[in-house]
């Protein structure tokens, strides 16, 4: 991309990455149309491709953008400052809400680029999201105080299993488009709240009630 992006004042630059994540998570990678985001931004067709190259640039640069803010959140809600996985799973969906909740259509995007089918971008974002997942993972393992989970199951196990779940949630709002962020937080801390009892260590009775 162009560094003169980053001497727009920030107003401007938020103005133009609003506008091209709200066509982006409108519409699939091929039809969405860069006429339109340059319209919603109130510039010109010609001055966005003298900040992004190309299609793609932008896309991967709002993709980046959005892992970011994320990783931002993440931090302000204190997700990998306690030792308890289940605690942080909890902190980690209060992180990701409110950035739904105050980014709609980065949050939208996030979603469908993650199904995105386009080879170009799929190839990108899957390499990212394993990089991810094993940095993640590696992480995990060196803060966690893992006498709060079963010793009986790995947790390179346990942690792949939540990842599957999480990845079929995923799915079930892309499909169906029901992107409510309340009903997504209370499902999902039932799961994070069941993924305790079936995973936490001492909770054999609890378990025999499933």
Known sequence: MNEKFYALSEEKQSQILNAAYKVFA???????????IAAEAGISKSLLFHYFHN?????????????????????KYKVYETDDFFEMLRRGLMAKCAVMRKYTFLSL??????????????????????DATHTTLEL?????????????????RIYKE??????????????????????????????????????????ENDRKQL
């Open 140 to 156: 995990l393992l060196s803060i966690l105080d893992l006498d709060f989970i079963r010793k009986d199951i790995e947790f390179a």
């Open 26 to 36: 409108t519409n699939q990678y091929k039809k969405a149309p860069t006429s339109e």
């Open 162 to 203: 939540i990842l599957y779940a999480s990845d079929g949630m995923l799915k079930y709002w892309y499909r169906t488009g029901n992107y409510d962020v309340t009903v997504f937080e209370q499902e999902y801390l039932e799961m994070i709240n069941h993924w305790e009892i079936v995973y936490g260590k001492g909770k």
């Open 55 to 75: 299609k793609l640039e932008l896309y991967l640069f709002l993709w980046k953008h959005a892992a970011d803010l994320t990783k931002k959140y993440m931090c």
């Open 109 to 130: 995007f996030s979603i469908n680029s993650y199904f995105e089918t386009e080879p170009d971008i799929q190839s990108t974002i899957q390499q990212d999201v394993q």
